[in-house]
């Protein structure tokens, strides 16, 4: 991954990221809500040698001075000082707790030795801190004086007596939030990457394309935008003719023309690599695109474990494929109609799915709707749950392999495509399926029309249906149509006008 994909998976995971910060900025509040405050004072002791009389024995003094300094600084903790202060400041704490409560500091190149006691009450600290610099004061008087001399060489001066402090030192508000802040990105973001590196779905069309190049597979024709209401309008263009995802099929469609030029396919499965991917959903889109202009178009239930053309579009199931496989019927009679094109429903559910359309009886049911109708549309099984769709490989042209927008994987589609190469068949090109709007207008920087209301919606609707009434326009879909016989053309040139606008 390049700069540029690392940019990418952090805006997409922006959400946990944020969330996570906010956490910490949060912990970082209660921290400090819960937190006692603490106060410290500090008072500065200053250590000279007495009986120095000229300037180079000073000078050896204060060399002296700052190597004994150094040392003097574990002695204010030790019990020789604390535990005298405890008693006399009658403080409820032992001596070991009092010296947790005692820090010091030599400033470098100095005799200065600095006493700083850390307390929840600003007047205790600043009591503690003088009580601990007399006590030491006298505590190193005592051990540097030599025996029988009266007085020591070594005298400690306090230049700096503790006060009481105003504000605590801790806790830091400021400090808490900055780190709350900075660690809840931090695992925000390592969270992001796990999950990045986890996640093997698709979730863009380059994903997609990687994905089928490492099998040698087909290209990507197109993606169809998230539709929350695609259960109620089965048909994107009866919903709304201009909106975006009526155009992510018409790309679609488009895009299926240049896939081979010299043998164009017009018998087209359509599956996925595993259920509840929106194949049935395109199949239905994609025979009324090929529909729209006037070429006639079938569309074929061949999914005989869990058929759903026929339910989405409000059609009866029970009589379909099967029905014509066993010879209770012929496909005229079974055929049903969906407005722009007709529908062959699945029929009775059989025993052995796979069985029958690995058939020599359904690949003449099939060619016999391809020598009635210009295109054939198969909805047909997911390939990796069952055999089915691998059976009918060599009664149709090709396969479109549909792929669900952060829901399918990358090796579920590696596999799909494998699957249906292993047996011989053309995989004709995959589409990426509910992709939700905000992505897919990032990829694209045009506005669409918005959705007529009022009395231009009313005027559509009762035009729509005069339109599909009228005759058959010329086919200037996007495979070419068998050639029929030359007639003599008696349609109105203004009806053959209102059908390049459907």
């Not at 049903?336 to 049911?365: T, Y």
Request: aromatic letters at 4%; glycine letters at 6%; hydrophobic letters at 40%.
């Amino acid at each position: 991954m390049d700069l540029s994909d690392y940019l990418r998976f952090l805006v997409r995971r922006w959400r946990i990221i944020a969330a996570l910060g906010l956490l910490g900025t949060a912990v970082g509040v209660f921290v400090t809500h819960i937190t006692t405050p603490q106060y410290q004072a500090t008072s500065t002791l200053f250590v000279s040698l007495q009986d120095w009389d000229d300037t180079v024995k000073l000078n050896q003094g204060n060399s002296f001075a700052q190597a004994r300094v150094r040392s003097y600084a574990e002695v204010v903790t030790s019990p020789y000082v604390t535990e005298p202060v405890a008693e006399y400041l009658r403080l409820d704490m032992t001596p070991s707790q009092l010296a947790r409560k005692i820090t010091t500091e030599v400033p470098l190149e100095t005799v200065l030795l600095k006493i700083t006691v850390t307390d929840t009450k600003p007047v205790r600290a600043a009591r503690i801190s003088n009580a601990v610099a007399h006590r030491f004061a006298e505590v190193i008087a005592k051990i540097e004086r030599p025996e029988g001399a009266r007085l020591s060489p070594v005298r400690l001066s306090i230049t700096e007596h503790a006060t009481r402090p105003r504000t605590p030192t801790s806790p830091n508000l400021v400090l808490n939030l900055a780190l709350g802040l900075v660690a809840g990105l931090g695992l925000g973001t390592g969270l992001a990457v796990a999950r990045e590196s986890l996640d093997t779905s698709v979730r863009s069309r380059s994903d997609l394309t990687r994905c089928l190049a490492d099998t040698g597979g087909p290209a990507v024709l197109g993606s169809v935008v998230l539709d929350q209401s695609a259960s109620r309008h089965s048909v994107a263009a009866d919903d709304d003719a201009f909106g975006r995802r009526a155009e992510d099929f018409r790309r679609l469609r488009t895009n299926l023309r240049f896939v081979d030029i010299d043998a164009p396919p017009k018998v087209i499965a359509v599956t996925s690599a595993v259920p509840a991917e929106g194949k049935t959903s395109i199949s239905i889109n994609l025979a009324s695109s090929l529909a729209e202009f006037g070429s006639s178009v079938c569309l074929v239930d061949a999914d005989l474990r869990r058929p759903s053309v026929a339910s989405a579009l409000g059609l009866v199931q029970d009589a379909g494929l099967t029905t014509v496989m066993i010879g209770q019927a012929k496909a005229g009679d079974v055929m049903q109609s969906a407005g722009a094109f007709s529908v062959l429903a699945s029929g009775m559910l059989p025993p052995n799915p796979a069985e029958m359309l690995g058939s020599e009886q359904f690949r003449a049911v099939v060619r016999s709707l391809a020598d009635r109708f210009d295109h054939v549309v198969i909805d047909t099984a997911p390939v990796l749950p069952v055999a089915d769709t691998p059976a009918m490989a060599s009664a149709v042209d090709g396969y479109l392999l549909a792929a669900r927008y952060a829901k399918s994987s990358r090796g579920q589609v590696t596999d799909a495509v494998r699957a249906l190469q292993d047996v011989g068949a053309t995989v004709l090109g995959s589409v990426l399926n509910m992709v939700p709007a905000k992505r897919d207008s990032e990829q694209y920087g045009y506005g669409y029309r918005p959705k007529p209301s009022g009395r231009r919606e009313r005027l559509r609707l009762v035009l729509r249906p005069r339109l599909r009434r009228r005759g058959r326009p010329a086919t200037i879909g996007v495979f070419p149509a068998p050639s029929a016989p030359k007639v003599k053309d008696t349609t109105p040139v203004a009806a053959q006008e209102g059908g390049d606008h459907h």
